[in-house]
């Protein structure tokens, strides 16, 4: 789609030139919508350059310890006045580490694609292949109306629906018979914690997932599908033999676009996730923090350091945070750009 | 070019067509479950909402304002509904005026660029957002929880969908519409605001509702930008907090009483339903205008 947009405007001739120089209501659109796409494209840099100078001193403060320490504690706000450390002033005992938060990010996105993608890919082949043409436009619009579902919803039917279930059923059952299993067994809890988050978002990443890998199926040129049919193939062995190898940039790029989602949800993994802190998970059952969801929960603590460092702190993981998904962003755009480009030349 | 069908592959496979026939239907089968699970996730979610909401929809929730654990709702509609209104007015002008210029004045690197940076805009998450205004609005330019600083949040969330929207729509005119405005005479801006423009308009309108969609069920970027109020949203618009619907279904679900979480469900069964509408009324818009322009 990108690259056959990229392709009109290569062969549209541009409209700026002579006209605009000499008209002023031109040269004043140009200037003016010029500063409206300034905004749009700097706005990735105002934030990562104001979180980072806002974060520095704790950046200073906290050192590489941040990213091997598993305590967040603001130190004594009351133990005699601030000490100095790295040339920043920090209460006794102030400590902040994002391990905590990172490994329940990044755990809990890693079970959400573990359910999610499988499910997404199945339901995006029969999307493409087997819904029929009078069906698509429903289907397709409801699979849309899904991913439109504010997420303190799924949050709302996570604390009252799935939370209590995997405390009360699906956890002793898990634990019980796949105890055996890393991580599957020991204590349960309330329900609250990594396997309540990670279906959660799994929820919420499906039908994203699900609606790029309908697109880039649906891209593949159906010939592929009728010669592997020529050939003697099934119909599941045309698919999965044929069309999946030739979308499977598409669908890898389709799935880490989900997994960028993932690693910056909000609301709903703050509600079933049990906001650990200072602890890792021993299994699947136990309370998480993630990222996005410490930085909601923490900042009225946080107002409270008078040396302002545990704010500061928060903005760091606001960096990495932006750090991380960023990276997963652009590699899944360059993936699924990629895609296209090969696509059209195949 | 390397083949995309591997022949060996195929040939050692066509050996007991029943077996693999079976397993293809049985796989098929699986599929149609997983399409099937993924809709019927929809339609929970959505009973789930309207079971325990309908019921909490008293009338008094609509004219009352929060109070503490308890009360009603107007406060956080009207404020909703302020802040997505100062979102939208934001991203119309910075969103459709970046659209512009990407179409009309921009060369293909600039493009490039601004569509990629535009995109990767809509990656970064909607908490880290919030903190940016946070830190911006109200650390740096002193601000308080506010109304300006919520609805900033918002049209930053809105406006990869809106820039996109509009670029795409403006692409989509037909280019002999544009020479013919030229032809006559008329500037490139009185071609922009006399052909392109309202001929782009469904498309236009429609990435804005599906922004706006998105704007209703935001929560993250609203929570230390605009804060919370248990009043109605007052007259000053850079220092005084506003409640919104999305905070309400977060936290009074966490409180030990059936009356907030009466009021969470209700705010809850307020917000699909406002969603849903916009989502079809974006979508029906172009069917509509498309339909129009052929007459």
Not at chain 1, 21 to 31: C, E, I, K, M
Not at chain 1, 158 to 167: A, D, E, F, H, Q
Not at chain 1, 231 to 248: D, E, F, K, N
């Amino acid at each position: 789609m990108t690259t056959q947009t990229q392709v009109d405007r290569a062969t549209s001739p541009p409209t700026a030139g002579a006209a605009s120089r000499h008209r002023p209501g031109d040269v004043a659109l140009q200037w003016g919508t010029g500063a409206m796409a300034a905004v749009t494209a700097a706005l990735v840099f105002l934030i990562a350059i104001f979180l980072a100078v806002y974060a520095f001193p704790a950046i200073r403060f906290n050192g590489l310890d941040f990213l091997t320490t598993l305590t967040w504690n603001m130190g004594n706000q009351y133990g005699g006045g601030p000490v100095a450390r790295n040339g920043i002033a920090g209460m006794p005992g102030a400590s902040f580490g994002v391990v905590v938060f990172l490994y329940g990010t990044l755990m809990s996105s890693f079970v959400a694609m573990l359910v999610a993608t499988p499910v997404a890919l199945l339901a995006a082949v029969a999307m493409v292949f087997r819904v029929p043409a009078s069906l698509k436009t429903p289907v397709n619009t409801l699979v849309e109306l899904m991913a439109g579902v504010p997420s303190v919803v799924f949050g709302l039917w996570g604390i009252v629906v799935l939370v209590p279930w995997i405390g009360n059923a699906l956890g002793p059952w898990l634990s019980a018979h796949l105890g055996w299993v890393p991580f599957l067994g020991g204590s349960i809890g309330t329900g609250n914690g990594l396997l309540a988050s990670g279906v959660v978002l799994a929820i919420m990443i499906l039908p994203i997932m699900a609606a790029t890998m309908r697109d880039v199926m649906s891209a593949v040129p159906s010939s592929i599908y009728e010669a592997s049919i020529a050939l003697g193939g099934t119909s599941w062995q045309a698919v999965t033999q044929a069309v999946l190898p030739a979308a499977r940039a598409g669908i890898f790029g389709a799935a880490m676009l989900a997994l960028g989602r993932a690693l910056g949800e909000t609301m709903a993994v703050l509600m079933v996730s049990g906001a650990a802190m200072n602890q890792l998970p021993q299994n699947i059952y136990q309370p998480i923090n993630t990222m996005a969801a410490v930085i909601v929960s923490q900042l009225d603590s946080a107002l409270t350091d008078s040396t302002l460092l545990a704010v500061r702190s928060l903005a760091e993981i606001a960096l990495v945070l932006f750090a991380i998904t960023l990276v997963v962003n652009v590699g899944a755009r360059l993936i699924l750009r990629l895609a296209g480009n090969l696509e059209r030349s195949a | 070019m390397k083949t995309l069908i591997d022949e060996r592959r195929f040939r050692a496979m066509r050996s007991n067509v029943a077996a693999r026939s079976a397993i293809g239907s049985a796989w098929w089968l699986g599929s149609a479950l997983a399409l099937a699970a993924s809709i019927a996730m929809l339609f929970a979610l959505f009973w789930f909402v309207l079971v325990r909401g309908v019921p909490a929809l008293r009338p008094e929730i609509f004219v009352t304002v929060t109070n503490g654990i308890s009360g009603g709702l107007a406060n956080a509609i009207v404020g909703t509904f302020m802040l997505v209104l100062g979102g939208l007015v934001l991203v119309m002008i910075v969103g459709v005026g970046s659209g512009i210029w990407l179409t009309a004045f921009a060369g293909p690197r600039m493009v490039e660029v601004t569509r990629f940076l535009t995109d990767v805009l809509s990656g970064v998450p909607s908490i880290v957002v919030g903190y940016f205004g946070y830190v911006v609005l109200l650390g740096y330019l002193g601000w308080g929880f506010s109304l300006a600083a919520g609805a900033i949040a918002l049209a930053i969330i809105m406006l990869p969908y809106v820039v996109r929207g509009t670029d795409l729509a403006l692409i989509a005119v037909p280019q002999e519409l544009r020479e013919g405005a030229l032809a006559l005479g008329s500037s490139t801006s009185r071609s922009m605001f006399m052909v392109c423009l309202p001929s782009a308009m469904p498309g236009i309108l429609t990435s804005v509702l599906l922004a706006v969609s998105i704007a209703l069920g935001e929560t993250a970027p609203l929570i230390y930008t605009a804060g919370w109020s248990n009043y109605m949203p007052s007259a000053a618009p850079f220092h005084s907090p506003v409640g919104y619907l999305t905070y309400v279904v977060w936290t009074f679900i966490n409180q030990p009483f059936a009356q907030s979480h009466a009021l969470a469900y209700a705010a809850a069964v307020i917000l699909m339903a406002v969603i849903f509408l916009t989502n079809v009324v974006a979508r029906t818009v172009v069917d509509v205008a498309a339909q129009r322009l052929r007459g």
